[in-house]
Antibody, heavy 123, light 110 residues
Framework: QVQLQESGPRLVKPSESLSLTCTVSGNSMTSGYYWVWIRQPPGRGLEWIGTVYHTGSAYYNPSLKTRLTESVDPSKKKFSLKLNSVTAADTAVYFC????????????????WGQGTLVTVSS | EIVLTQSPATLSLSPGERATLSCRASETFSSNYLAWYQQKPAQAPRLLIYSTSNRATGIPDRFSGSGSGTDFTLTISRLEPEDFAVYFCQHYSPSPPTWTFGQGTKVEIK
């Protein structure tokens, strides 16, 4: 059974960098999936942060693009994000998720999520 | 960038009642790119419906999705106690790959 688990610091100081890693267990990071970061500020909705493919191709939310870097290491079954120059507005629960792409049928959806990790930006 | 607007923000209903949740998009897109998720407190979202109208594995048939173009609907035919939660619609655009979510509809016990 494939599972995702986020890891990283829970408290980050303003102006510093937020770094998180998602570990994929139970299966390899094969083609046909995007590996995605999503966040949710307390009491609010979901925001797409960015996405990596197993080849290393990355796609970022334009509103975060200048501060964001994502990477993937399929051999270690991990993907990561680094968000620079954080402020209190970056306080949120950060989820990693797997997005299934189409295949022959043409369906697209998030079928697997990590449990989420609350990252607080505060001095 | 497509914007998804969900309504109402909150739906107050009793168990056994029918819930109708709306997701309206700022532009037309393929129905294959619209999914619905349920989220309970302190949990990750759970896939309910994909490609507008296909139930995910293990999802009860009281959940159904419909729509096309810019207007999409999630219907819960008879609310069970475990259905009181927040529901999000989500769109995927392939070129370039981007993902957007609606702001959510909270279904609460009346």
């Amino acid at each position: 059974q494939v599972q995702l688990q986020e890891s990283g610091p829970r408290l980050v100081k303003p102006s510093e960098s937020l770094s998180l890693t998602c570990t994929v267990s139970g299966n390899s990071m094969t083609s046909g999936y995007y590996w995605v970061w999503i966040r949710q500020p307390p009491g609010r909705g979901l925001e797409w942060i960015g996405t990596v493919y197993h080849t290393g191709s990355a796609y970022y939310n334009p509103s975060l693009k200048t501060r964001l870097t994502e990477s993937v290491d399929p051999s270690k079954k991990k993907f990561s994000l680094k968000l620079n120059s954080v402020t209190a507005a970056d306080t949120a629960v950060y989820f990693c998720a797997r997005f299934t792409m189409g295949g022959q049928i043409g369906h697209y959806y998030f079928d697997l999520w990590g449990q989420g990790t609350l990252v607080t930006v505060s001095s | 960038e497509i914007v998804l607007t969900q309504s109402p923000a909150t739906l107050s209903l009793s168990p056994g009642e029918r819930a109708t949740l709306s997701c309206r998009a700022s532009e037309t897109f393929s129905s294959n790119y619209l999914a619905w998720y349920q989220q309970k407190p302190a949990q990750a979202p759970r896939l309910l419906i994909y490609s507008t109208s296909n139930r995910a594995t293990g999802i009860p048939d009281r959940f159904s999705g419909s729509g096309s173009g810019t207007d999409f609907t999630l219907t819960i035919s008879r609310l069970e106690p475990e259905d009181f939660a927040v529901y999000f619609c989500q769109h995927y655009s392939p070129s370039p790959p981007t993902w957007t979510f609606g702001q959510g509809t909270k279904v609460e016990i009346k």
